[in-house]
C-alpha cells in the first residue's frame, strides 16, 4: 500500500472539495469545532453520540453504522476523506472504524484540522445537507480489533505498542496533561509493553512523519516487525492514530487496535501491571 | 469523569486539587490576544506531551507534573515559545508571544 493511497494532502484536498464522488467528513473530540467552521462541504461526524453505543460500552453496530452513514449522505462508492482536530485523532479512530466496517475508500487529510487552519485555507458555517443513500457495511473485521482477553494473552509474545505519554505509562498520570487527572482505575501498563507515544508519528504541524522516520523510530524503541501487534492507549483513540502509522503506512500486516485500552485494563482484577519506564529495548 | 481526551473549555474557571501542577496563561501577538492557536506543552527533554487550542481570549491551560516545560504556541500568524517552573502543586502563569 502506497502512502497516497491512505493518504491526501490539505492542497489536494483544497482543490477537490467538489470533486463527486468524494465525501469530506470532520470528525472532532470537540464537536463544537465543526460548527464553528469547517471545510467546505463537509458532514460531521459526533464520535460520541454517533460512533458508540448509546448504553453498553461498545461501538454502535452494523445496523447503526448502516443507517448513520445513509442519514449522512455517505455511499458504499464514495471515498471518505477524514480530519479533525486534535492531531487528526478521532478522524484516525473514525478510520479504523470505517476499515472495520469494510469501506476500504477511505483517506486521512494529512495534518487535519491544524495543518488547514495553519496553512490558512478556508472554512465556513454554511449547513451541509447531502441526499440520503442506502449504505451497506459488512461485518466488523476483527482482524483489526483486539479484546481483553487476547492482550492478557499477548504479554510477552506480541508487539504491545503503548503509545500514552511516558507519564502516563510509568504511573505518574493517569490522563494527558491536558485533561483533569481524575479516574480512580490503576495507573501503570501492560508488562512487556513498548512506549511510543502517537506524538512520535506526527511532525509539529500535525501531518505523519517519513516512512522511514517512521520505521526509525519503532525500531528504536524495540518494535520487532516479525510478531503481531496491538495497539492501545486509554479510551483507544491515539491508539488509531499508531494502528495507521504501523499498518496503514508502514504496511505491517497484523496490527490490532485495542480500544478498550487502559481504562478497561487498569481496571481489570487480576491482571499484571507493571509500573516506571520498563524495559529498555 | 470525561470520557474524551477533548480538552475541556480553556480558560473557565477551575477547581484545582491539592496536588495538581496546572500550567495556564495566554498567547499574545502584538495585536492582542490569540485564539484559535495551537498551544504545545513539551517536557524537558523537549518532547511533545499535550495539546490544547487557545480560547478566543488566548488562553490555556495545562494539568501537569513538578518540573521545566516549554509551552510552544503555533498559529497561521507565527509562533513563539516560552518555558515555565513548575516546582510544585499549584497554578504557575505563563505568557507566550507569537510572531
Not at chain 1, 491526501?8 to 473530540?29: C, I, K, M, Q, R
Not at chain 1, 494529512?110 to 496553512?119: N, S, Y
Not at chain 1, 511532525?203 to 522511514?212: A, Q, V
Amino acid at each position: 500500500m502506497s502512502r497516497e493511497d491512505v493518504l491526501v494532502s490539505a492542497a489536494w484536498s483544497e482543490e477537490n472539495l467538489n470533486t463527486p464522488g468524494v465525501v469530506f467528513v470532520e470528525v472532532d473530540e470537540d464537536i463544537s469545532a465543526y460548527d464553528g467552521g469547517h471545510i467546505p462541504g463537509a458532514v460531521k461526524i459526533d464520535w460520541k453520540n454517533e460512533l458508540q453505543d448509546p448504553v453498553r460500552r461498545d461501538f454502535v453496530d452494523r445496523e447503526g453504522f448502516e443507517k448513520l452513514l445513509s442519514a449522512k449522505g455517505i455511499s458504499n462508492d464514495d471515498t471518505v476523506i477524514l480530519y479533525g482536530g486534535n492531531n487528526n485523532w478521532f478522524a484516525a479512530y473514525a478510520y479504523w472504524y470505517f476499515k472495520l466496517y469494510g469501506h476500504d475508500a477511505v483517506k486521512l487529510l494529512d495534518g487535519g484540522r491544524k495543518k488547514w487552519e495553519l496553512d490558512g485555507r478556508p472554512l465556513d458555517k454554511e449547513p451541509v445537507e447531502r441526499a440520503k443513500t442506502t449504505y451497506t457495511a459488512q461485518e466488523q473485521n476483527l482482524a483489526l480489533r483486539a479484546f481483553r482477553d487476547e492482550v492478557v494473552d499477548s504479554i510477552g509474545n506480541k508487539n504491545l505498542v503503548d503509545v500514552r505519554s511516558p507519564d502516563e505509562f510509568s504511573g505518574k498520570l493517569l490522563a494527558p496533561a491536558h485533561l483533569p487527572q481524575e479516574q480512580a482505575q490503576r495507573a501503570g501498563h501492560i508488562p512487556s509493553a513498548i512506549n511510543v507515544p502517537w506524538s512520535k508519528a506526527a511532525n509539529e504541524d500535525g501531518t505523519f512523519k517519513s516512512n522511514e522516520e517512521l520505521a526509525e523510530i519503532y525500531g528504536e524503541a524495540g518494535f520487532d516487525g516479525s510478531r503481531k501487534t496491538i495497539a492501545y492507549c486509554r479510551i483507544g483513540e491515539r491508539s488509531s492514530h499508531t494502528w495507521f502509522a504501523l499498518h496503514e503506512l508502514l504496511g505491517h500486516e497484523d496490527v490490532k487496535n485495542y480500544d478498550g485500552s487502559w481504562t478497561e485494563y487498569g481496571s481489570l482484577v487480576g491482571v499484571p501491571v507493571e509500573l516506571g519506564s520498563g524495559k529498555e529495548a | 469523569m470525561s470520557s474524551s481526551c477533548g480538552a475541556p473549555e480553556q480558560g473557565a474557571d477551575i477547581q484545582v486539587g491539592a496536588n495538581e501542577v496546572v500550567l495556564t496563561g495566554k498567547v499574545r501577538s502584538e495585536g492582542g490576544p490569540v485564539g484559535g492557536a495551537f498551544v504545545r506543552l513539551l517536557d524537558a527533554s523537549g518532547e511533545f506531551t499535550a495539546e490544547v487550542v487557545s480560547s478566543a481570549d488566548g488562553d490555556f491551560r495545562f494539568f501537569a507534573a513538578p518540573g521545566t516545560w516549554t509551552i510552544r504556541a503555533l498559529h497561521r500568524s507565527g509562533n513563539g515559545q516560552a518555558s515555565v517552573n513548575a516546582e510544585g502543586p499549584g497554578v504557575h502563569p505563563v505568557e507566550v508571544a507569537v510572531a
